[in-house]
C-alpha cells in the first residue's frame, strides 16, 4: 500500500513575508485555508514556491502597477455605540422625569448645537417606551415590626409609671399615667425657669398634663395605623437571624400552626430549628442571605438538613406585609398619567413604571446607572421598535394621534 502524499497547508506566517504580504491573504475553502492574491484575484496551491513564483509571473506585475497607483478610498468607521448610549441615556432621563413631549424636540437640538463634535442622535419617544426592565423593593420584614412597635413604646414609658409593664393593644393606657412623669430636659429646663419667675403650681399641672394628654393622643393614633395582623408580625420576628441563631429561642409551633396542617412535618421543621444555632453560619448580617444559605446547606452526605425549615421560613418572608409600595406606585402613576395626559398609552404607562420601580431598587437614577451593552445593541433594530403582542389593533393605530395630545 503507498505511503499517502502529505499535503501542504496554509501558514499564517506568509502573511508577514516582505514578498508576500501586499497581496497574499487566506481565504475559507472546504479543505480549510487556502491562498489568495489580492492583485489577480486568483486561488493559489499553499506552496511557498508556488506563491513566490505567482509573485514574479508576468500577469501578476502587470495588475500590481495598475492596481497600485490607484488612490484609495479611505472610509472612516462610524462608531454607533457611543451614539447608542447617548440616545439610551436621554431615553432613561426621559422616563425618570416624565419629559415625554420635549424628547422629540430635544435630540435636533443636541444635533444642531454639536454637529461636528458628535454622532447624529436619532431621539424621538418610540426609544422611551421598549425599556422595560427591572422589579420592587427589598427589606428585612423580621426587623419590621420592631421598627413600628419601637416609637410607641418610647412614647409609652414617657407618661406611665416604671413599675407597670403596658401592652397598648390589650390595656387602657390612661389608667397607667404617671402626672408627675419626667417629659424631657428642654421641658422640665423651661418649666423650672417659669417657676423661678412666679410660675403658679396650679398651672404648671395644667400644661404637665396638656402635655402627657398629647402623648397619649399621639399613641392611640399610631395604634389605629398599625396593621391589623401586628401580632402575627411580632411572631414572624422569631425567625431573623439573631433570633434564630440563639440558644434560648422561642419555638415556632404556635406559627407553623397556621400554615402547616402536618403534625410529621411540624415535629421535623421543629427539631430543625433547635439544630440551627449548632452550626456556624456566613450569612448572619441578613435574614434573607441567612435563610437562603440554610436552604442551600448540604451535610458530608449530601443531605440538606435545614430544608424543611428553610423552606417555612422562606414561605413567611414572602408574605405581604404592608401596601406601602402599592400606594407609592399608584401615586407615580397618578403623576405620570394626569387629566393632561390621560390618553397616554397603557404600553408606555407600564415602561416608565417599571424603569422607576428598577432604578428605585438599584439606589440609581438616570444619571449613574450604566446602560447594558446587549441593551444598546438592541437600539435601531427591529426588534426593539415591534410593537406588544397584546395591545389591540385600535391601540396600534391611535398611538401617534393619542401621544401628539399630550401636554407636558
Same mark, same amino acid.
Given at each position: 500500500m503507498p505511503k499517502p502524499q502529505y499535503s501542504q497547508k496554509f501558514r499564517d506566517s506568509w502573511l508577514q513575508d516582505?514578498?508576500?504580504?501586499? $497581496?497574499? =491573504?487566506?481565504?475559507?475553502?472546504? !479543505?480549510?485555508?487556502?491562498?489568495?492574491?489580492?492583485f489577480c484575484g486568483t486561488i493559489l496551491r499553499s506552496h511557498y514556491g508556488d506563491l513566490k513564483t505567482h509573485a514574479l509571473s508576468k500577469k501578476h506585475q502587470q495588475n500590481r502597477k495598475v492596481i497600485t497607483k490607484q488612490p484609495k478610498l479611505t472610509f472612516k468607521k462610524e462608531s454607533t455605540d457611543n451614539k447608542k448610549k447617548d440616545e439610551a441615556r436621554?431615553?432613561?432621563? !426621559?422616563?425618570?422625569?416624565?419629559?415625554?413631549?420635549?424628547?422629540?424636540?430635544?435630540?435636533?437640538?443636541? *444635533?444642531?448645537?454639536?454637529e461636528k463634535e458628535i454622532n447624529k442622535m436619532q431621539m424621538h419617544r418610540t426609544k422611551c417606551t421598549v425599556n422595560k426592565m427591572f422589579e420592587s423593593k427589598n427589606t428585612d420584614h423580621t426587623l419590621l415590626c420592631g421598627e413600628l412597635t419601637n416609637l410607641i413604646d418610647t412614647l409609652v414609658t414617657k407618661v406611665t409609671l416604671p413599675t407597670h409593664k403596658i401592652d397598648i393593644f390589650t390595656q387602657n393606657i390612661r389608667d397607667y399615667l404617671d402626672q408627675r412623669c419626667y417629659l424631657g430636659f428642654r421641658f422640665e429646663k423651661h418649666i423650672q425657669e417659669m417657676k423661678e419667675k412666679g410660675f403658679p403650681r396650679e398651672e404648671e399641672e395644667v400644661l404637665r398634663n396638656r402635655c402627657i394628654q398629647f402623648i397619649v393622643c399621639l399613641i392611640d393614633e399610631?395604634? #389605629?395605623?398599625?396593621?391589623? *395582623?401586628? !401580632?402575627?408580625?411580632k411572631q414572624i420576628s422569631r425567625i431573623s437571624v439573631e433570633k434564630a441563631l440563639h440558644h434560648n429561642k422561642e419555638n415556632l409551633v404556635d406559627i407553623m400552626a397556621r400554615f402547616v396542617t402536618s403534625t410529621e412535618l411540624i415535629a421535623k421543621i421543629d427539631d430543625? $430549628?433547635?439544630?440551627?444555632?449548632?452550626?456556624? $453560619?456566613?450569612?448572619?448580617?441578613? !435574614?434573607? #442571605?441567612? $435563610?437562603?444559605?440554610?436552604?442551600?446547606?448540604? /451535610?458530608? =452526605?449530601?443531605?440538606?438538613?435545614?430544608?424543611?425549615?428553610?423552606?417555612?421560613?422562606?414561605?413567611?418572608?414572602?408574605?405581604?406585609?404592608?401596601?406601602?409600595?402599592?400606594?407609592?406606585?399608584?401615586s407615580s402613576m397618578n403623576i405620570i398619567?394626569?387629566?393632561?395626559?390621560?390618553?397616554m398609552k397603557i404600553t408606555l404607562l407600564k415602561s416608565i413604571l417599571k424603569i422607576r420601580c428598577g432604578m428605585q431598587l438599584m439606589g440609581k437614577c438616570c444619571n449613574n446607572?450604566?446602560?447594558?451593552?446587549?441593551?444598546?445593541? =438592541?437600539?435601531?433594530?427591529?426588534?426593539?421598535? =415591534?410593537?406588544?403582542?397584546?395591545? %389591540?389593533?385600535?391601540?396600534?393605530?391611535?398611538?401617534? %394621534?393619542?401621544?401628539? /395630545?399630550l401636554l407636558m
Open positions: 516582505p514578498d508576500l504580504k501586499e $497581496w497574499l =491573504q487566506a481565504v475559507e475553502s472546504t !479543505t480549510g485555508q487556502v491562498a489568495k492574491c489580492k436621554v431615553a432613561l432621563f !426621559t422616563a425618570m422625569h416624565t419629559s415625554i413631549r420635549t424628547v422629540d424636540h430635544l435630540g435636533e437640538v443636541i *444635533n444642531h448645537s454639536h399610631i395604634k #389605629n395605623r398599625l396593621p391589623e *395582623n401586628i !401580632t402575627l408580625m430543625q $430549628w433547635q439544630q440551627i444555632h449548632l452550626l456556624r $453560619w456566613n450569612e448572619t448580617k441578613d !435574614t434573607k #442571605n441567612f $435563610w437562603s444559605e440554610v436552604l442551600k446547606f448540604k /451535610d458530608a =452526605q449530601g443531605v440538606a438538613r435545614f430544608q424543611e425549615l428553610a423552606t417555612f421560613a422562606i414561605t413567611l418572608l414572602v408574605l405581604p406585609h404592608s401596601n406601602a409600595d402599592v400606594e407609592r406606585l399608584f398619567k394626569n387629566k393632561q395626559r390621560n390618553r446607572y450604566e446602560i447594558p451593552l446587549n441593551l444598546i445593541k =438592541q437600539i435601531g433594530t427591529k426588534e426593539s421598535y =415591534q410593537s406588544d403582542k397584546d395591545n %389591540s389593533k385600535a391601540e396600534n393605530e391611535s398611538a401617534d %394621534s393619542s401621544e401628539d /395630545d
